[in-house]
T-cell receptor, first 111, second 115 residues
C-alpha cells in the first residue's frame, strides 16, 4: 500500500528566504505525485504534479518540486517566500483514481 | 480548467437534524466522485467513493447509514449527514476526476457546524 509522509507539520520562514517543504512517499509503483495548497477556509488548489515526465516540475506561484526516485522524495521548494504563501500544503499520491494525502505542512511566513 | 462546486459553503444545524451537501462538476462529467472530511488543522481523510448509478464505497470506519451518498447523475453527488451530532462538525470536501486527466479537481468545501 502506498503512503505519503510530510516530514514537517510546521515550517516558518522569513519573507524573501527560501522555502523547503519535505515529502516522502512509499509505493511499489511509479507514482503520480501532487502538491496542493489550501488557504484558510478555502478549497484545495493544485500547485504542481509529477507524472513520470521531467523529474523537476515547475508549478504556479514560483513553486517547483523535484522527484527523486532513489530517495523516494518529492520535496517542494520556492526560492523566495512571499507573505501570501502562508497556507497549508499537502503532498498527495495518486494511485488509479484514489488519492492519499500527507499530513500537511503549515507554512508560516514572517515579515 | 475543470470546476467543481459545492453547496452550501457553510451550514449550521441543530443536533439530530440531517444535512445534505451537494457536489457538482460544472463543465465535465464524473462517473466517480470522492468525499473527504477534514478536521481542524488536520489532513483530508477519504470517507467514500461515490459511483454514478451504483452504491458508494465507504472507507473503513465510516458509517454508511450515517453518511448517505447518492450519485444520481454524471454531474451531481450528494452527501447527507443524518442525525448530525456535534462531533460531525467538520469541513467536507468533494473531488472529481475528469476523464482522461491525471488529476482531480476539488470543490471549495462545506463547513458543517452542529450545535
Amino acid at each position: 500500500a502506498q503512503s505519503v509522509t510530510q516530514l514537517d507539520s510546521h515550517v516558518s520562514v522569513s519573507e524573501g528566504t527560501p522555502v523547503l517543504l519535505r515529502c516522502n512517499y512509499s509505493s511499489s509503483y511509479s507514482p503520480s505525485l501532487f502538491w496542493y495548497v489550501q488557504h484558510p477556509n478555502k478549497g484545495l488548489q493544485l500547485l504542481l504534479k509529477y507524472t513520470s515526465a521531467a523529474t523537476l516540475v515547475k508549478g504556479i506561484n514560483g513553486f517547483e518540486a523535484e522527484f527523486k526516485k532513489s530517495e523516494t522524495s518529492f520535496h517542494l521548494t520556492k526560492p523566495s517566500a512571499h507573505m501570501s504563501d502562508a497556507a497549508e500544503y499537502f503532498c498527495v499520491y495518486k494511485g488509479g483514481n484514489m488519492l492519499t494525502f500527507g499530513g500537511g505542512t503549515r507554512l508560516m511566513v514572517k515579515p | 480548467g475543470a470546476v467543481v462546486s459545492q453547496h452550501p459553503s457553510w451550514v449550521i444545524c441543530k443536533s439530530g437534524t440531517s444535512v445534505k451537501i451537494e457536489c457538482r462538476s460544472l463543465d465535465f462529467q464524473a462517473t466517480t466522485m470522492f468525499w473527504y472530511r477534514q478536521f481542524p488543522k488536520q489532513s483530508l481523510m477519504l470517507m467514500a467513493t461515490s459511483n454514478e448509478g451504483s452504491k458508494a464505497t465507504y472507507e473503513q470506519g465510516v458509517e454508511k447509514d450515517k453518511f448517505l451518498i447518492n450519485h444520481a447523475s454524471l454531474t451531481l453527488s450528494t452527501l447527507t449527514v443524518t442525525s448530525a451530532h456535534p462531533e460531525d462538525s467538520s469541513f467536507y470536501i468533494c473531488s472529481a476526476p475528469p476523464s482522461g486527466r491525471n488529476e482531480q479537481f476539488f470543490g471549495p468545501g462545506t463547513r458543517l457546524t452542529v450545535l
